[in-house]
């Protein structure tokens, strides 16, 4: 009934990790001048970039516009080159679309939908290399672009993923040779200042006993991640703010 | 939280593939050093109160291995006089990697406190990780890893001694040019103060004396030319199953030939050993022979005697008759070596360091071993690893592992049987017994809402008297006036076994419980098996109960399955059961529940028996053995008693009624039990037998089959009958476990029970199956969750074939311990005993002796020839000898007693007492009160 041992006698995972420590995550807002906000961020080799237009007016079908909503308009989509075989369809298929549900359902629990009625917001995500993990790098690159573009949020909206290692070691956010090695992963969307879960995957079942210490797992690296997307807002804040001419405060906040 | 610093991508081609993996270099990795002040403490074993004493160095120091000397010495390390040794985790990855059993050997060293070892993670550490060059070997690669962490560590701990041991030449010269202290480990233990028995533990790649022996075996083709052989088709690829009574002669299974390939001779043979995969080359038909009758022993006793012609003629000698001829052919080459630890002892007469090891079983060549203690190990029995078999050597070689205790102490005997059976028989580890629940284990609210209480209820168990791992009780009570409530609880033992867990990994492994006749090696720890799981009398316990509606016919109106809580009224042996069942007199709740299942019972047995059920038969016995020396101080045959059977009953009713549920819900992962007709090949000896006696056995179907050996029965003789149900359990082919997504329907069925569908649900304390068995069902009514694996039909079928073979191992473990301890009783003593004559064969009759369940051959005449008093007639299977003729299943008298000459393989003599035949029996022992045989010498018609 064992599987591959993914964290060894010595406590650490294949690359190095401990069982709850996250990958390297590196970000930054404001990559693009054309949108009105972009994101981009590595989490371990997991790359993606995000961009933000809106809000707008309705395009299209104006009868979909809402009184009581903003719609959000999401596209998931992976770059060719992202995987190790060469991908043949970059959008459309049914992973992409599903994905692309599932990040408008997380989007659409943090972003203050009653704000701008009759408008639309349309968030582009592309997965520029995937290591695992692509989801939650999407929900978490969409969430800093949101924050770049100035769109009003209640929080941050943050993903990680989780899962058993040596059939019973709860571990978190989940390399792609992980993925492969080892047993079910589960993915969650959550708000981390007020622990709410927005959305759960499971890509295989879980035992009972487990479910527990994993989603305790994933929450907390949901929250660790929520803290370094702080960091680098705050950063940016400071940078912007240091070419406009508040570079005074800026430096002070830097301290 | 995360104090990575530094990054480095390591890619990796294949299959034009490119992959890209972190590699985390991390700053916070303990060098295991309490004296260090300059790394975060963690844990380590290392300690400065071990001393390594060698006369290489001046002082005490610390050793770096590398893996080469892990994967060749490993039974060095097993000793404690080496500690304080550091496992980087470069060489503990190539361990894994190379070879999983001494990995775990590895480990378990690693684990052990009082042999401080350490594993150093110095691949992630940041002084001690080193890039791969594109160029490089992994091999190079590794070696440059261990002498960069060497280096590291005499710098980081300028006031230890750092020793790189290595068996590579060309490491260790690279090391010292780096002032890294290396050696070879040969150098290392010679110089060891108090190295004497660790010498002997050395492999032996090579005898230093016999270096420039020529070379008697024919070379071994590479890997590279098997592949092509086998591709071409001129070479075949086996398993080599060496023979019992020649040690020159084997056979090869091969999937294109139908009988197995004979290979024979000491060149054909070439080196291979009892279980090797091996590569053969098959000779044209006009070299074929037939399999040889001879028993052929290697009876050379010098150490360094590699001549090998004298045997080689006494086989060639012996004429083949054209009449049996068989494929035959030789070997060229080993694909997969299946060599694993002996036991055996080492035999006597070699003198100087060069010994020949003798192992147990009887299919394993001699060993050659270099040992300086063969006056204290002669009287032990040991365990032996072989090493390697140049061409240039008659024999393997081997070293000496360990001494398992005096030859003869029944402790060292039980352990013998233990090991070459490969029951695993360790102390559970610390992580499994960190699985069990803590003490006092209390039933919570919790519990009670999720389960029936049955408390109230007068249930009981029904066991042998002595047994403590109680896993079924029952209970019987009227519902209404036709209608009775029957249960059977069988202990819940998949609620405290949890799946992933290394308790659940370590029963799987061990799959069943083992019965020596002195010794139990439990499946689940003590604290599970003899205690929270066993349903003890009068102690509240979880159970999985299978609760029945039945009318008094025993018919079955409904049947439920859930988990419950019960308090086993009282815990019964068969006897008392039986007692209190007879006993009119009582006329309690519990002697009336017993009463009516016993009723119930014998509808159910009838009903299994119309429809075709055998009843086989084997001479079960038990052991008396005495409280205080444990010796066997009597043998005596099982006693059955009436409950015996209505117990059962019950269980194989729960079995299959659980089958049936479980199929259903799960058609494809479901645990089953099948049991296969045998090929009427198989039945053969039993119609002949049968016809020899004036029977006609019917082998049509097993229900046939039944009804014939019922029919069956002479008065004169009662004891026929079960001599004939003892050959047909013979015939029988072995009932094994399965998923039932790997056979067809029709082939679910249970031969011997004659049911369509069987499981093992019963005894889930002893047998992983149940375990199984109890999760599938308590997904199917909803007691518990289920997980990935138990839906799988391939990790099932995996677990099916780790359970038929453990099972079958523990069965003939048993076997032997009790012929163990019958040898024991019989020692020194001379008997004359009843038998029976079981088969009768050219040269001698096969004779059972029911009293001790004993079976062994009365030779006529000495091994191979036959005195010319008898004469054989093959048609009728007789022996005749003047007026007396001996048929199979005759009554003789025997006089039994116990060659010891050969100390590992003790046997039977047996010598005729009556019928009287002049110049052969031998007169009754006086004190014997001799009971008059029924006549055996007269001829009977057919
Ligand atoms: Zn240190």
Redesign the interface.
């Given at each position: 009934m064992s599987r591959k041992e993914l964290i060894s006698k010595v406590g650490l995972r294949l690359d190095g990790r401990r069982a709850d420590e996250l990958r390297r995550i590196r970000c930054k807002l404001g990559v693009f001048s054309e949108p009105d906000g972009s994101a981009y961020i590595e989490q371990g080799l997991t790359k993606v970039l995000a961009a933000v237009y809106g809000p707008h007016q309705v395009r299209g079908n104006r009868l979909k516009a809402q009184a009581d909503a903003v719609i959000i308009n999401c596209q998931f989509s992976m770059a060719v080159f992202s995987t190790s075989e060469r991908k043949k369809r970059p959008r459309g298929d049914r992973k992409s679309t599903e994905l692309s549900l599932h990040l408008r359902q997380a989007l659409i629990a943090a972003i203050e939908v009653e704000k701008y009625p009759w408008s639309q917001i349309d968030v582009y995500v592309e997965v520029l290399h995937a290591d695992g993990g692509i989801f939650p790098a999407c929900v978490n690159a969409a969430t800093l672009a949101l924050i770049d573009a100035g769109i009003p949020i209640k929080e941050y909206v943050c993903a990680c993923t989780a899962s058993i290692a040596n059939n019973n070691q709860a571990m978190v956010d989940i390399s792609h040779e992980e993925e492969i090695l080892g047993g079910p992963t589960l993915t969650i969307v959550a708000l981390p200042m007020s622990e709410k879960i927005v959305l759960m995957e499971m890509s295989q079942r879980f035992h009972l006993d487990h479910l527990k210490s994993v989603l305790e797992k994933a929450l907390e690296g949901c929250k660790n991640t929520k803290n370094i997307l702080d960091q680098a807002v705050q950063n940016h804040i400071v940078d912007v703010g240091a070419s406009t001419g508040w570079a005074s405060t800026g430096e002070k906040v830097k301290r | 939280?995360?104090t990575?610093k530094i990054?480095i991508?390591k890619n990796k081609i294949g299959n034009y593939?490119?992959?890209?993996?972190?590699?985390?270099?991390?700053d916070d990795i303990y060098c295991g050093f309490e004296s260090c002040d300059k790394c975060t403490r963690a844990t380590s074993n290392l300690s400065s109160k071990h001393v390594n004493k060698c006369n290489l160095l001046k002082n005490n120091h610390y050793l770096i291995l590398d893996t080469n000397v892990i994967l060749d010495q490993i039974d060095v390390l097993d000793e404690n006089v080496i500690g304080n040794v550091i496992i980087l985790?470069t060489v503990?990855k190539e361990v894994k990697h190379r070879n999983m059993p001494i990995y775990k050997r590895l480990?378990s060293i690693?684990e052990n406190p009082s042999r401080h070892f350490y594993?150093f993670?110095n691949d992630?550490n940041k002084g001690t990780y080193l890039k791969q060059e594109l160029t490089e070997l992994i091999n190079d690669y590794n070696d440059r890893c261990i002498r960069k962490a060497c280096s590291w560590y005499i710098e980081h701990i300028p006031d230890e001694t750092f020793v790189l041991l290595t068996e590579d030449k060309n490491n260790r010269a690279i090391a010292q040019q780096e002032d890294i202290p290396a050696y070879s480990i040969v150098e290392y233990v010679q110089n060891l103060t108090a190295n004497e028995n660790l010498i002997d533990k050395l492999a032996k790649k090579e005898f230093q004396e016999k270096f420039n022996a020529a070379d008697i075996f024919p070379p071994h083709l590479t890997i590279v030319e098997i592949d092509k052989g086998i591709k071409d088709g001129r070479l075949h690829q086996g398993t080599f199953r060496a023979s019992r009574d020649n040690f020159l002669e084997g056979s090869v299974n091969i999937q294109s030939f139908e009988e197995d390939v004979i290979l024979r001779g000491y060149s054909n043979l070439n080196r291979v050993i009892d279980g090797d995969v091996v590569a053969i080359e098959v000779f044209q038909k006009d070299q074929w022979v037939s399999p040889s009758e001879l028993v052929l022993e290697d009876d050379t006793v010098n150490a360094l005697d590699d001549n090998l012609e004298r045997k080689e003629l006494e086989i060639s000698k012996q004429r083949t008759s054209k009449k049996n001829i068989k494929p035959t052919g030789r070997v060229v080459g080993i694909i997969k070596r299946k060599w694993r630890q002996y036991c055996g002892i080492l035999q006597e007469g070699s003198a100087a360091v060069y010994h020949l090891f003798l192992p147990a079983d009887r299919k394993i060549p001699k060993i050659r071993i270099e040992t300086r203690q063969a006056e204290t190990l002669k009287t032990q029995k040991i365990i032996v690893a072989i090493d390697s078999w140049p061409r240039n050597s008659r024999y393997p070689n081997g070293h000496f592992v360990r001494a398992l205790g005096k030859i003869g102490d029944m402790k060292t005997e039980n352990e013998v049987i233990l090991l070459e059976h490969d029951v695993p028989h360790s102390q559970f580890s610390e992580e499994v017994l960190s699985c069990l629940p803590k003490l006092p284990w209390l039933i919570t609210e919790e519990d009670e809402k999720v389960r029936v209480d049955l408390r109230g209820i007068d249930i009981c168990s029904v066991d042998p008297p002595g047994c403590t791992d109680i896993d079924d009780a029952l209970h019987c009570r009227p519902i209404s006036d036709d209608k009775l409530e029957v249960g059977v609880h069988i202990a819940d033992v998949s609620h405290f076994i949890?799946?992933?867990?290394?308790l659940?990994?370590e029963a799987?492994s061990r799959s069943t419980t083992v019965y020596l006749v002195n010794k139990r090696i439990d499946m689940v720890p003590d604290l599970l098996s003899s205690n929270l799981c066993s349903l003890r009398g009068g102690e509240e316990r979880f159970a999985f109960s299978c609760i029945w509606e039945m009318d008094h016919n025993a018919n079955i109106l409904n049947t439920k399955f859930h988990k419950s809580i019960i308090k086993s009224k009282r815990a019964m042996t068969y006897e008392e059961a039986q007692l209190t069942i007879d006993d009119k007199t009582q006329t309690g709740s519990l002697a009336e529940s017993l009463r009516n299942l016993n009723k119930l019972a014998k509808f159910l047995k009838k009903r299994r028996m119309d429809n075709g059920a055998l009843v086989l038969a084997s001479p079960e016995v038990k052991i008396m053995m005495d409280s205080e020396t444990h010796d066997p101080i009597d043998v005596e045959v099982k006693k059955l008693f009436e409950t015996n059977s209505m117990v059962e009953e019950f269980m194989l009713l729960a079995n299959i009624s659980v089958a049936e549920k479980i199929l259903n819900d799960f058609p494809d992962c479901a645990v089953l039990r099948r049991h296969p007709e045998p090929p009427a090949l198989n039945l053969e000896p039993l119609v002949k037998a049968g016809k020899h006696l004036g029977f006609e056995i019917n082998i049509e179907s097993g229900k046939k089959l039944a009804e014939s050996l019922d029919q069956a029965t002479r008065d004169d003789n009662p004891y026929l009958n079960t001599m004939l149900r003892i050959l047909a359990t013979r015939c029988m082919l072995q009932a094994v476990y399965f998923a039932s997504g790997t056979f067809q329907k029709h082939e679910f069925f249970h031969y011997g029970l004659a049911v369509p569908l069987y499981t093992h649900f019963t005894s889930p304390i002893r047998r992983y199956a149940d375990i199984l068995v109890h999760r599938l069902l308590a997904v199917s009514c909803g007691a518990d969750?289920?997980?990935?694996?138990l839906m799988e039909k391939k990790?099932t079928a995996e677990?099916c074939q780790n359970m038929n073979y453990r099972h079958r191992m523990a069965q003939y473990a048993g076997r032997a311990s009790v012929a163990l301890n019958t040898h024991l009783f019989f020692r020194g003593k001379i008997q004359d005993e009843k038998g029976y004559i079981l088969y009768v064969r050219k040269n001698a009759l096969q004779v059972l002796i029911p009293k001790y369940g004993l079976e062994s051959t009365l030779y006529l005449g000495k091994k191979d020839e036959k005195l010319d008093i008898f004469t054989y007639n093959e048609e009728d299977q007789t022996q005749r000898c003047a007026d007396v003729v001996f048929h199979a299943f005759d009554p003789v008298t025997i006089r039994l007693s116990m060659d010891s000459k050969n100390i590992q393989h003790e046997k039977f003599v047996l010598q005729l007492v009556f019928p009287v035949i002049e110049g052969f029996s031998v007169p009754p022992l006086e004190d014997v009160e001799m009971p008059e045989p029924e006549i055996p010498h007269k001829k009977r018609k057919k």
């Amino acid at each position: 009934m064992s599987r591959k041992e993914l964290i060894s006698k010595v406590g650490l995972r294949l690359d190095g990790r401990r069982a709850d420590e996250l990958r390297r995550i590196r970000c930054k807002l404001g990559v693009f001048s054309e949108p009105d906000g972009s994101a981009y961020i590595e989490q371990g080799l997991t790359k993606v970039l995000a961009a933000v237009y809106g809000p707008h007016q309705v395009r299209g079908n104006r009868l979909k516009a809402q009184a009581d909503a903003v719609i959000i308009n999401c596209q998931f989509s992976m770059a060719v080159f992202s995987t190790s075989e060469r991908k043949k369809r970059p959008r459309g298929d049914r992973k992409s679309t599903e994905l692309s549900l599932h990040l408008r359902q997380a989007l659409i629990a943090a972003i203050e939908v009653e704000k701008y009625p009759w408008s639309q917001i349309d968030v582009y995500v592309e997965v520029l290399h995937a290591d695992g993990g692509i989801f939650p790098a999407c929900v978490n690159a969409a969430t800093l672009a949101l924050i770049d573009a100035g769109i009003p949020i209640k929080e941050y909206v943050c993903a990680c993923t989780a899962s058993i290692a040596n059939n019973n070691q709860a571990m978190v956010d989940i390399s792609h040779e992980e993925e492969i090695l080892g047993g079910p992963t589960l993915t969650i969307v959550a708000l981390p200042m007020s622990e709410k879960i927005v959305l759960m995957e499971m890509s295989q079942r879980f035992h009972l006993d487990h479910l527990k210490s994993v989603l305790e797992k994933a929450l907390e690296g949901c929250k660790n991640t929520k803290n370094i997307l702080d960091q680098a807002v705050q950063n940016h804040i400071v940078d912007v703010g240091a070419s406009t001419g508040w570079a005074s405060t800026g430096e002070k906040v830097k301290r | 939280m995360h104090t990575t610093k530094i990054f480095i991508k390591k890619n990796k081609i294949g299959n034009y593939l490119k992959h890209a993996r972190e590699h985390y270099i991390r700053d916070d990795i303990y060098c295991g050093f309490e004296s260090c002040d300059k790394c975060t403490r963690a844990t380590s074993n290392l300690s400065s109160k071990h001393v390594n004493k060698c006369n290489l160095l001046k002082n005490n120091h610390y050793l770096i291995l590398d893996t080469n000397v892990i994967l060749d010495q490993i039974d060095v390390l097993d000793e404690n006089v080496i500690g304080n040794v550091i496992i980087l985790n470069t060489v503990l990855k190539e361990v894994k990697h190379r070879n999983m059993p001494i990995y775990k050997r590895l480990i378990s060293i690693i684990e052990n406190p009082s042999r401080h070892f350490y594993i150093f993670v110095n691949d992630f550490n940041k002084g001690t990780y080193l890039k791969q060059e594109l160029t490089e070997l992994i091999n190079d690669y590794n070696d440059r890893c261990i002498r960069k962490a060497c280096s590291w560590y005499i710098e980081h701990i300028p006031d230890e001694t750092f020793v790189l041991l290595t068996e590579d030449k060309n490491n260790r010269a690279i090391a010292q040019q780096e002032d890294i202290p290396a050696y070879s480990i040969v150098e290392y233990v010679q110089n060891l103060t108090a190295n004497e028995n660790l010498i002997d533990k050395l492999a032996k790649k090579e005898f230093q004396e016999k270096f420039n022996a020529a070379d008697i075996f024919p070379p071994h083709l590479t890997i590279v030319e098997i592949d092509k052989g086998i591709k071409d088709g001129r070479l075949h690829q086996g398993t080599f199953r060496a023979s019992r009574d020649n040690f020159l002669e084997g056979s090869v299974n091969i999937q294109s030939f139908e009988e197995d390939v004979i290979l024979r001779g000491y060149s054909n043979l070439n080196r291979v050993i009892d279980g090797d995969v091996v590569a053969i080359e098959v000779f044209q038909k006009d070299q074929w022979v037939s399999p040889s009758e001879l028993v052929l022993e290697d009876d050379t006793v010098n150490a360094l005697d590699d001549n090998l012609e004298r045997k080689e003629l006494e086989i060639s000698k012996q004429r083949t008759s054209k009449k049996n001829i068989k494929p035959t052919g030789r070997v060229v080459g080993i694909i997969k070596r299946k060599w694993r630890q002996y036991c055996g002892i080492l035999q006597e007469g070699s003198a100087a360091v060069y010994h020949l090891f003798l192992p147990a079983d009887r299919k394993i060549p001699k060993i050659r071993i270099e040992t300086r203690q063969a006056e204290t190990l002669k009287t032990q029995k040991i365990i032996v690893a072989i090493d390697s078999w140049p061409r240039n050597s008659r024999y393997p070689n081997g070293h000496f592992v360990r001494a398992l205790g005096k030859i003869g102490d029944m402790k060292t005997e039980n352990e013998v049987i233990l090991l070459e059976h490969d029951v695993p028989h360790s102390q559970f580890s610390e992580e499994v017994l960190s699985c069990l629940p803590k003490l006092p284990w209390l039933i919570t609210e919790e519990d009670e809402k999720v389960r029936v209480d049955l408390r109230g209820i007068d249930i009981c168990s029904v066991d042998p008297p002595g047994c403590t791992d109680i896993d079924d009780a029952l209970h019987c009570r009227p519902i209404s006036d036709d209608k009775l409530e029957v249960g059977v609880h069988i202990a819940d033992v998949s609620h405290f076994i949890r799946p992933y867990t290394a308790l659940d990994t370590e029963a799987a492994s061990r799959s069943t419980t083992v019965y020596l006749v002195n010794k139990r090696i439990d499946m689940v720890p003590d604290l599970l098996s003899s205690n929270l799981c066993s349903l003890r009398g009068g102690e509240e316990r979880f159970a999985f109960s299978c609760i029945w509606e039945m009318d008094h016919n025993a018919n079955i109106l409904n049947t439920k399955f859930h988990k419950s809580i019960i308090k086993s009224k009282r815990a019964m042996t068969y006897e008392e059961a039986q007692l209190t069942i007879d006993d009119k007199t009582q006329t309690g709740s519990l002697a009336e529940s017993l009463r009516n299942l016993n009723k119930l019972a014998k509808f159910l047995k009838k009903r299994r028996m119309d429809n075709g059920a055998l009843v086989l038969a084997s001479p079960e016995v038990k052991i008396m053995m005495d409280s205080e020396t444990h010796d066997p101080i009597d043998v005596e045959v099982k006693k059955l008693f009436e409950t015996n059977s209505m117990v059962e009953e019950f269980m194989l009713l729960a079995n299959i009624s659980v089958a049936e549920k479980i199929l259903n819900d799960f058609p494809d992962c479901a645990v089953l039990r099948r049991h296969p007709e045998p090929p009427a090949l198989n039945l053969e000896p039993l119609v002949k037998a049968g016809k020899h006696l004036g029977f006609e056995i019917n082998i049509e179907s097993g229900k046939k089959l039944a009804e014939s050996l019922d029919q069956a029965t002479r008065d004169d003789n009662p004891y026929l009958n079960t001599m004939l149900r003892i050959l047909a359990t013979r015939c029988m082919l072995q009932a094994v476990y399965f998923a039932s997504g790997t056979f067809q329907k029709h082939e679910f069925f249970h031969y011997g029970l004659a049911v369509p569908l069987y499981t093992h649900f019963t005894s889930p304390i002893r047998r992983y199956a149940d375990i199984l068995v109890h999760r599938l069902l308590a997904v199917s009514c909803g007691a518990d969750a289920t997980y990935p694996d138990l839906m799988e039909k391939k990790k099932t079928a995996e677990l099916c074939q780790n359970m038929n073979y453990r099972h079958r191992m523990a069965q003939y473990a048993g076997r032997a311990s009790v012929a163990l301890n019958t040898h024991l009783f019989f020692r020194g003593k001379i008997q004359d005993e009843k038998g029976y004559i079981l088969y009768v064969r050219k040269n001698a009759l096969q004779v059972l002796i029911p009293k001790y369940g004993l079976e062994s051959t009365l030779y006529l005449g000495k091994k191979d020839e036959k005195l010319d008093i008898f004469t054989y007639n093959e048609e009728d299977q007789t022996q005749r000898c003047a007026d007396v003729v001996f048929h199979a299943f005759d009554p003789v008298t025997i006089r039994l007693s116990m060659d010891s000459k050969n100390i590992q393989h003790e046997k039977f003599v047996l010598q005729l007492v009556f019928p009287v035949i002049e110049g052969f029996s031998v007169p009754p022992l006086e004190d014997v009160e001799m009971p008059e045989p029924e006549i055996p010498h007269k001829k009977r018609k057919k």
